[in-house]
């Protein structure tokens, strides 16, 4: 039966009449009826056990209120016996920037490069560099302060392309075939060791006295893409090195967050510090600077000292498919 019918039905249906009643059950009866209904005892007052509490009515609010309570207890006891899902760890040793010496710096960063991602697949090593210091460039006036900014990409045969900025032009050269290639540093801290005091930079040797070890580690990371082994290495080998100290948290010329450790040295025959800086969450080589501490010798300086000699930024170090891949 439809909805339709069923009102209909409902709305011819007639409703008894007074007379109607009456003839059903006269009025004096009725009220006889009630009277007696209301004179007999309530189920409360008689025929119960007077010891028994009496019961009370639940108002539906507060039997609704019940349920819910129910409710949200049994929801926050589910909660509390589900497993707590664990925290992933961090590497060992990322976040450092304090320590008692450099050599526990050194190797909880050396810890925490070593847990990093592999380097992708790619033909090219990709290298973006920004050098800063003084020189000679072209259309200037004699010796100046101003930046350098690379781009290389390299292919194991040493095929690629170069991209330079400067503060007056920009070039841009392929590169063919050599017969060095690219250079594969060990990873093993004793082979490495040895093969810088041996190998010899792009025209002149890496320096090899102790408080020289700095500017060599700072050499091959600004020269090559540095896997996450051979970057744990070089850490670990720069901490067998006298002489090295923590600076501590810094910031460095591209903004970036970094620790410091440095060791004494000389520019140009003024007293320095040779400063490499680590990006704490990684362990990787940001960059390096000199920081000179006396004016003198005719070096250019930006600002009184100790002031920078000269700087240069890691800004970007991975492998790419293409000669104009520009990862960020």
């Known amino acids: 039966m439809s909805t339709r019918s069923a009102v209909d039905r409902m709305a011819a249906q007639r409703f008894p009449t007074d007379a109607d009643l009456e003839r059903i059950a006269p009025h004096t009866d009725r009220e006889r009826r009630l009277d007696a209904l209301l004179a007999q005892p ?9 010891a028994l509490p ?32 664990p925290t992933p760890a961090a590497p060992p040793g990322c976040g450092t920037t304090q320590a008692p010496d450099a050599p526990t710096l050194l190797r909880a960063l050396a810890d925490c490069a070593q847990a990093q991602p592999a380097l992708p697949d790619g033909r090219f090593d990709y290298l973006h560099t920004l050098w800063w210091g003084p020189g000679l460039y072209e259309g200037g ?49 004793a082979a490495l060791d040895a093969a810088i005091r041996d190998s010899r930079g792009h025209r002149t040797p890496l320096p090899a006295p102790e408080t020289e070890w700095i500017s060599a580690v700072a050499q091959i990371a600004s020269n090559t893409v540095v896997s996450p082994q051979l970057q744990a290495a070089l850490l670990r080998l720069l901490a067998t090195k006298p002489g090295v100290t923590v600076d501590g948290p810094v910031t460095d010329h591209a903004g970036r967050a970094g620790v410091a450790v440095s060791v004494g040295g000389e520019y140009a025959g003024l007293p320095a510090r040779h400063v490499l ?20 010798n005719g070096v250019l300086l930006a600002a009184p000292p100790p002031a920078p000699a000269h700087y240069t930024l890691i800004l970007g170090s991975t492998r790419v498919n293409t000669t104009t891949d520009k990862p960020q």
């Open 277 to 296: 800086v680590l990006d704490p969450a990684t362990g990787r080589i940001l960059g390096t600077e000199e920081i000179v501490l006396a004016s003198g």
């Open 42 to 50: 309530r189920p409360t007052e008689a025929g119960r056990d007077p």
């Open 54 to 85: 009496v019961p009370s009515r639940r108002s539906p609010v507060l039997l609704a209120f019940a349920v819910v309570a129910i409710v949200v207890i049994g929801i926050v006891g589910g909660l509390r016996a589900l497993p707590q899902r």
């Open 141 to 189: 006036s004699g010796e100046e302060l101003g930046t350098v900014e690379t781009w290389t990409w390299t292919a194991p045969d040493g095929s690629g392309r170069k991209e330079s900025k400067t503060p007056r032009a920009t070039s841009s050269t392929d590169l063919g075939p050599t017969g060095r290639g690219r250079t594969d540093w060990p990873t093993d801290v």
